[in-house]
């Protein structure tokens, strides 16, 4: 079970890749507004799926952890009532003792029992919420008009596409999962166990840039005047949080005590 829904969840995020990669290239200055609405349907679609299959996968994973602590105490605890009522006419010390210990025992593997309920009625709630939800939520650029936009932070996370140059003129772009830690840039790309430097941030600059025929694109330059990397938010509040970010953290105000 848990190894169909975690090929089920991979290939939910394998079809969200798809159709973030399919609204990344619409075009800017010759926009399809039927083209960009049909586009952003199916990122949602695909977002409302990678949700579902991973809030499916997760439960399955908690209930087999909980499985995992009962499963030697269930046979041991049968075991040893056996043991005990085989011996219990010469041992009559020993099985006291024992009572005690067996009752904890039971307790115990009762309350996990409890534990994995309440789990599992707490994630058929939230699978039932996330069914009900607006499809706005899962729709990139839903409020481009009026983004509640939050210019104070000094750390941010989330998927950035990544600008490679393959050539003299030509260039790829990656979908990359970026992080803020201290001063510094992190990208850690899918599978990886962690993250790794990718830009050093402080005394930085970075600025908005016109990439091709792509939105939402930023530039990050070192202290020295030289071009660093080019990256692509989906959103543009992601593109201002990201900018207002970097700004801050370039600036070490991670570093005072009231960083607002």
């Known amino acids: ?64 952890q909980y499985r995992k602590r009962v499963a030697m105490m269930e046979p041991m605890l049968g075991y040893t009532r056996g043991q005990i009522n085989f011996f219990k006419k010469g041992a009559e010390m020993f099985s006291k003792r024992m009572d005690s210990f067996l009752s904890s025992v039971s307790d115990m593997v009762q309350s996990i029992q409890e534990e994995l309920d309440a789990e599992a009625e707490k994630m058929r709630v939230s699978q039932q919420d ?23 932070l000094i750390q941010k996370a989330g998927y950035l596409n990544l600008r490679n140059k393959t050539g003299l003129v030509t260039t790829t772009w990656e979908r990359l999962y970026f992080f803020t830690q201290g001063g510094n840039l992190m990208c850690q790309p899918r599978g990886a166990v962690a993250g790794g430097l990718i830009q050093d941030l402080d005394n930085c600059s970075v600025m908005a840039v016109d990439c091709e025929d792509r939105r939402y694109c930023f530039q990050i330059t070192t202290p020295t005047g030289k071009v660093g990397i080019t990256l692509q938010a989906e959103s543009k509040k992601e593109y201002e949080e990201w900018i207002c970010a970097i700004n801050n953290i370039s600036r070490q105000i991670y570093l005072t005590d009231n960083p607002e």
Do not use: W
């Open 1 to 64: 079970e848990v190894s169909t829904l975690k090929d089920l969840f991979g290939l939910a995020s394998n079809e969200h890749d798809v159709s973030m990669a399919k609204y990344s290239r619409l075009p800017k200055r010759k926009e399809n507004e039927k083209l960009k609405v049909e586009v952003a349907k199916e990122v949602a679609n695909a977002r409302r799926k990678q949700h579902l299959s991973s809030l499916q996968y997760y439960c399955a994973l908690n209930a087999l």
């Open 130 to 152: 996330l069914i009900a939800v607006n499809e706005s939520v899962y729709t990139p650029d839903s409020d481009v008009t009026s983004p509640a936009i939050n210019r104070n």
